[in-house]
């Protein structure tokens, strides 16, 4: 197998790797076990940029081109406008149940 390959597969490996204790560490209840994932994440992490820095040097990877400014804001406008529908369902979903809880009341 060529190097090229190998630090390929690594990189891939780690990737992955990242993937999952990012799951596992937002679905654990146990602080002991949430703080040795990320411990373990943040090892992860420190590899995974190692790695990438060697792999971009030799011409192993070659990152995606940097996004605009245009391409940020267009994405921004989007997250807030997705984490603002998500709050306003929520407080519709809580305003709904008091509204229906008034009406209980009231019979």
């Given at each position: 197998?060529?190097?090229?390959?190998?630090?390929?597969?690594?990189?891939?490996s780690?990737?992955?790797?990242?993937?999952?204790?990012?799951?596992?560490?937002?679905?654990?209840?146990?602080?002991?076990?949430?703080?040795?994932?990320?411990?373990?994440?943040?090892?992860?992490?420190?590899?995974?940029?190692e790695?990438?820095?060697?792999?971009?040097?030799?011409?192993?990877?070659?990152?995606?081109?940097?996004?605009?400014?245009?391409?940020?804001?267009?994405?921004?406008?989007?997250?807030?406008?997705?984490?603002?529908?998500?709050?306003?369902?929520?407080?519709?979903?809580?305003?709904?149940?008091?509204?229906?809880?008034?009406?209980?009341?009231?019979?």
């Amino acid at each position: 197998m060529q190097e090229k390959m190998m630090v390929t597969d690594a990189l891939n490996s780690i990737n992955a790797g990242l993937k999952s204790l990012a799951d596992m560490i937002s679905q654990t209840e146990d602080q002991q076990l949430r703080q040795t994932l990320v411990q373990m994440r943040n090892g992860a992490e420190t590899c995974q940029q190692e790695l990438y820095t060697i792999a971009k040097s030799k011409n192993y990877y070659q990152p995606a081109q940097k996004a605009t400014q245009e391409e940020i804001m267009s994405v921004k406008e989007l997250v807030n406008t997705l984490t603002s529908q998500s709050g306003q369902a929520s407080q519709g979903g809580q305003a709904g149940l008091s509204g229906q809880h008034g009406q209980n009341h009231m019979r």
